[in-house]
């Protein structure tokens, strides 16, 4: 008998640059936090970043985003170096990704796409399939000329003469017919969701908010004492997870949903209503902070802002500030200074006394990963699902405290 060899094959990694602007307002610091973003988001999708290029701009270039003279230091680079993806840390007008792929020569999308692409891959459930499908036709939508003349340059011109603009328009009708129908799913599902949350209103409920990556599927894994899917990237939980959570006979549902982003494409935000109807109803919130992020704050006011657009601010909240354990102080906080050089991290009790926790009033500190001061953050929650719980039932304050849901 011959033995017939099987190879794998690896899916080669694309390298990619990243190109952002600093613009006025803008430190160099800043822009390099952003595009340090920007690659994170690259490596959870699956490239290899190899190179940042940015431009201190008074405002983008309307043709080609960046000046010509920066496109063609980036067109030298992706030439010589046979980079595969070249990344906008903005979203991009079709124009503008039309001029900059004709120069180029290469792969162009912008940080919506890349966010958007990121999704799609992330999304397990029929609703997070449908979100994520409907939040991409509709960046399509306005792009297809770009991705028709893409294609034209791909095929050749014999056959795709003048046809283009009738199959351009086609499309667009093909494409707005589906944007209906999915949203028309969508609002089924809603209905459906609507129902699971009517069927459970009895149950005080608290929500885990923060930005993408701090660690509420961890939370929620510690708290509620279950498995739900936690990996050190981006945007690793797209459904919402709800759970049944009882601290001393009081009963009451802990959420979990997507994390926020600075930029978050707005369509993707529209179409995840459903979703983020679990943070709009919530009675508590529990905003995660990275306290290890060295621009945690920057992380606190994207989130902040988003509920805030969202109409979820004005919520009781409780401030968790995680990841304690990797926190390395390198500034004077308060009235305790640190060298720079130090590797110390703040003893708990020093944490209470910082600035954090008076200015995000009220704040616990803790480390999921190791249940660093977990029985706190119980507490805590105890102390105000209580409070919630007795304004529901005055008289009869855990009357259902078996309740199935």
């Known amino acids: 008998m011959t033995k017939v060899k099987f190879y794998e094959t690896e899916l080669k990694s694309e390298r990619a640059i990243l190109v952002g602007i600093i613009l006025p307002g803008t430190s ?12 994170f ?8 970043t190899e190179r940042y290029f940015t431009q201190r701009m008074q405002k983008p270039e309307r043709a080609t985003f960046v000046g ?12 010589a170096e046979e980079i595969d993806l070249v990344v906008f840390d903005d979203e991009l007008s079709p124009m503008q990704l039309r001029n900059i792929e004709a120069e180029l020569k290469v ?14 891959g992330r999304a397990q459930s029929a609703q997070a399939k449908t979100q994520v499908e409907l939040a991409q036709l509709q960046y399509m939508l306005p792009r ?15 056959g ?12 667009r009708r093909i494409i707005k017919d589906k944007i209906v129908l999915l949203k028309e799913k969508l609002k089924l599902i809603d209905r459906q ?15 885990l908010v923060g930005y993408t990556n701090v660690g509420k ?29 009882v601290f001393e006979n009081v009963p009451f549902l802990l959420s979990d949903t997507v994390g926020f982003i600075r930029k978050l494409p707005h369509n993707l935000i529209e179409s995840f209503k459903s979703t983020l109807d679990e943070v709009r109803e919530a009675d508590i919130l529990l905003h995660v902070v990275d306290i290890s992020h060295q621009n945690f704050e920057d992380q606190i006011a994207v989130v902040n802002e988003t509920l805030k657009e969202m109409g979820a601010i004005d919520k009781t909240m409780i401030t968790v500030f995680n990841k304690i354990d990797a926190y390395k102080p390198t500034l004077i906080l308060e009235d305790w200074e640190v060298d720079n050089e130090t590797e110390a991290t703040l003893p708990l009790s020093d944490f209470k006394n910082t600035w954090m926790a008076k200015h995000n009033s009220p704040a616990i500190f803790i480390s999921a990963l190791n249940k660093q001061n977990a029985e706190d953050l119980r507490n805590r929650i105890y102390e105000e699902v209580k409070i919630v719980n007795q304004k529901i039932y005055p008289f009869n304050n855990f009357l259902y405290q078996n309740h199935e849901i």
């Open 28 to 39: 160099d610091a800043q822009q390099k936090e952003f595009l340090d973003e920007l690659a």
């Open 193 to 207: 969701n609507e129902t699971q949350r009517k069927n459970r209103k009895d149950l005080v409920r608290v929500s």
């Open 144 to 158: 297809l000329t770009r991705m028709w003349t893409h294609l034209e340059r791909q095929k050749g011109g014999i």
């Open 160 to 171: 795709m003469r003048g046809p283009g603009e009738s199959q351009i328009e086609t499309d």
């Open 68 to 79: 010509t003279g920066k496109l063609e230091e980036i067109q030298t680079f992706v030439k």
């Open 41 to 48: 988001l690259v490596s959870t999708a699956g490239g290899i």
């Open 107 to 120: 792969k162009v999308i912008d940080r919506s796409n890349l966010i958007l692409d990121i999704f799609a």
């Open 217 to 245: 599927s961890t939370i929620m894994n510690m708290l509620s004492k279950s498995e739900v899917f936690a990996e050190n990237k981006l945007f690793a939980t797209l459904d919402t997870t709800v759970r049944k959570v």
